[in-house]
T-cell receptor
């Protein structure tokens, strides 16, 4: 148990729709990162939020957006879903800005499996 | 861009040592990590090493880093059936305080034979 929970665990959406995935971080963890893990691939960094502000982004289009709330929860929103968006989406939380191992390790949730049909 | 490469599969007999290898391209990598992913689960950080270290040992795990060749390895001594999982190598430079995230390899499936 990492103390990071994601919901829902599985989701099926139709191409063109919008989706919101949720993550509940450990209490006190100010940093949350989101990753996309396609089947058979390693996780790819989407973006990171620190104290409700986006402070880093990977190579993902603007239709991937996020929010972080003061209660240590966060959201990943994806608009205009494409078939290639089908993947496991992972969130990871850590105490501070520096990421592992300078503050503590990043704790990963179990992920949300998104299928786009 | 940054790249992390791993072999996709490794099969070992229970009780033997497993050695999982990884190469990376980013010369500014400061931290290198090994994560474990079991079916249906998220990622678990196993160990990490700073780029100014050559070796780190943590119980059954030994990490070796050859910075000149940009080669990282994870040795698991006395491999058990519970070690069966996908192992990911990852790197970051953390120069931006981690805001660039981690760059992961595709993962190595460790298969344990009885």
């Amino acid at each position: 148990e990492t103390g990071v929970t994601q919901s829902p665990t599985h989701l099926i959406k139709t191409r063109g729709q919008q989706v919101t995935l949720r993550c509940s971080s450990q209490s006190g963890h100010n940093t949350v990162s989101w990753y996309q893990q396609a089947l058979g691939q390693g996780p790819q960094f989407i973006f990171q939020y620190y104290r409700e502000e986006e402070n880093g982004r990977g190579n993902f289009p603007p239709r991937f957006s996020g929010l972080q709330f003061p209660n240590y929860s966060s959201e990943l929103n994806v608009n205009a879903l494409e078939l290639d968006d089908s993947a496991l989406y992972l969130c990871a939380s850590s105490l501070g800005l520096a990421g592992p191992p300078l503050d503590t390790e990043a704790f990963f949730g179990q992920g949300t499996r998104l299928t786009v049909v | 861009g940054e790249d992390v490469e791993q072999s996709l599969f490794l099969s070992v007999r229970e009780g033997d040592s497993s050695v999982i290898n990884c190469t990376y391209t980013d010369s500014s990598s400061t931290y290198l990590y090994w994560y474990k992913q079991e079916p249906g689960a998220g990622l678990q950080l196993l160990t990490y090493i700073f780029s100014n270290m050559d070796m780190k040992q943590d119980q059954r795990l030994t990490v070796l880093l050859n910075k000149k060749d940009k080669h990282l390895s994870l040795r698991i001594a006395d491999t058990q059936t519970g070690d069966s999982a996908i192992y990911f190598c990852a790197e970051s430079d953390n120069s931006g305080g981690g805001a660039d995230g981690l760059t992961f390899g595709k993962g190595t499936h460790l298969i344990i034979q009885p």
